[in-house]
Each structure stands twice: as C-alpha cells, then as structure tokens.
C-alpha cells in the first residue's frame, strides 16, 4: 500500500539557519504530494503542495519538489524564523478520485532565537 | 469564509460509552473526511463522505461510523469505548472529492 517516510526528529536550528526535511512516499501511479504544518494546540493546515513531477511547490518562503526518479519531496526554507516552529507533515494522495491522505509520522521543528 | 468546525473541542469519556463527534466543512465543500491522531500511530485516516455517501474507509474496527447529512455536515460516533481511542479526531472538507483538503482544529477525546 501508499506509505510516506519522514526523516526522524526532533529537528531544532536556530533562526536564520537552512532547513531540510526529507520526505520519500511509495505509491502506485501519480500521486499528488503534500506539505502540511500543525502549529501547538491546532489542526492541520496546507504549506504546499505537487500534483505532478517536477513540480515545485512554494509558501511563506518554503519549497518543495515532486520528484519522481527519487520518489521524494523534500521540504527546504533558506532562512527559518521562531514562528516556524511547528510539526510538519509530509502527505500524498493516490492518483484517481480519492481523497484519503496518507501521512509521513511527523517531525517537530523548533527554531531557537 | 468560515472554515472547518468541529465541535466539541474537548470530550472526556469512561470506558464502555460512545461519543457522537460533529463536523461543519466550509461552504460549498461536499467531500468530509475524518482522521484521527495519536503519538504513536500518528495520522490515520477513518472514512470520507461525499454526497451523503461513504466514499472510502480505512482499517478502523466497526465501532467507528460516520455519517452525513444533506447540508454536508458530518457526524462520527464512536461505541464501546477503549482507552486506545483516546486522540484528536481532525474533520476534513474539500470542494470534490480529490480536491485540496481544509482541517479543522480537532475534537480532542480523552477516554478514562
């Protein structure tokens, strides 16, 4: 079945440093590829996203891109600030009509001032 | 626009009971869906509906159901509770069923 797997964490920088937060999924024909962000106390909210390969996805100075060789999206920011701080999910969707997400574990980023 | 409601925002319950939760998508949106999070499994999907019908399921055992309603509002209960089924149950809306999804903030469900 689909599967999704995130690096492990916590992850903690300090403010202004570079992010990367690796992601790889297994799935069966063309899925789409989500980022998502939990913030304490709150539901999910959608960062970015890539419905097809090669797509680069951005937000609130993230990125990410579709790739299909290496069947990852990794999520990347150049300068990470404290209000970053925050669970981050990794996510697809199969390819069809399907809603159902299936989800990377998580990884907690804290960002120290 | 409004976003996702879920309500309650907190339950507590003992062993044994059931919990109806509720869940209000966004305007216009008629695709739900229901997760639920906990530390150790993290992010599980239960089931979506569409248009009054159950469009897909994930492997939860038959105790949780859902349903919803023609305003597209969603219900899911929840019978014979377990400790286990302590967690943040997360409600979904999306305009069609394959559409980017809207979370809201989660009903947290505390069994003792």
Redesign the interface.
């Known amino acids: 079945g689909d599967s999704v797997t995130q690096m492990e964490g916590p992850v903690t920088l300090s403010e202004e440093a570079f992010l990367t937060i690796n992601c790889t999924y297994t799935a069966t024909g063309y899925p789409s590829l989500f980022w998502y962000v939990q913030y304490p106390g709150e539901g999910l909210q959608l960062l970015l996203k890539a419905t097809k390969a090669d797509d680069k996805g951005s937000n609130k100075g993230f990125e990410a891109t579709y790739r299909k060789e290496t069947t990852s999206f990794h999520l990347e920011k150049g300068s990470v600030q404290v209000s970053d701080s925050a669970v981050y999910f990794c996510a697809l969707s199969a390819s069809g009509a399907n809603s159902k997400l299936t989800f990377g574990k998580g990884i907690t980023l804290s960002v120290r001032p | 626009k409004a976003g ?1 409601t879920q309500t309650p925002r907190y339950l507590i319950k003992t062993r044994g009971q059931q919990v109806t939760l509720s869940c209000s998508p966004i305007s216009g949106h008629r ?1 739900v ?1 229901w ?1 639920q999070q906990t530390p150790g499994q ?4 239960l089931f ?1 509906y569409f248009s009054e019908t159950q ?2 399921k ?1 492997n939860f055992p038959g105790r949780f159901s859902g349903r919803q309603f023609s305003n597209s509002r969603s219900e899911m209960n929840v019978s014979t509770l377990e400790l286990g089924d302590s967690a943040l149950y ?1 409600c ?1 809306s ?1 305009a069609r ?10 009903t947290r469900l505390t069994v003792l």
Do not use: D, I, T
């Not at chain 2, 993290?42 to 999907?45: M, S």
């Not at chain 2, 069923?97 to 989660?106: A, D, I, V």
């Open positions: 996702v695709s869906s997760y993290g992010l599980q999907f979506e469009r897909n994930g997360l979904a999306s069923s394959y559409n980017e999804q809207f979370f809201g903030p989660g």
